[in-house]
């Protein structure tokens, strides 16, 4: 089944599901499409977004990696590229950190060889 959000020449906009995209056609094409608000058969499909199914299975496995380093690392915000240059000179304590930093700050740590790596999600403090 496809879902497709359909429009006639009033510009009245409604969603009609379908067995297929070649169902759609062939319906468009014997003109046995039919506005739902006001009858009207001059219809034609909307520019939409697809709808993407996610895959759950990865979704899983980002919320299981988010759990364990929320678990086991300090959240250091925004601070984060001072606090790994810190521990890498020796001036903070050794410790699982992350937090956010910029692209140029990213590239200055590892031109000093200093590893990092991104986070496959958004700090909460972030998201909705």
Known sequence: MIRYT???DSDHRFDSWFQSADAYAALSAAG???CAVCGSAKVSKTIMAPAVAA???KEAAVQKLRKQVEANAEDVGTSFAKE???MHLGDA???AIYGEATGA???ALLA???PVLPLPFMPRRRTN
């Open 6 to 8: 359909l429009i006639c």
């Open 93 to 95: 304590p050794e410790r």
């Open 105 to 107: 700050d990213v590239r």
């Open 32 to 34: 046995q499409l039919t």
């Open 112 to 114: 000093d060889d200093i």
């Open 84 to 86: 790994a240059r810190a």
């Open 55 to 57: 895959d759950r299975g």
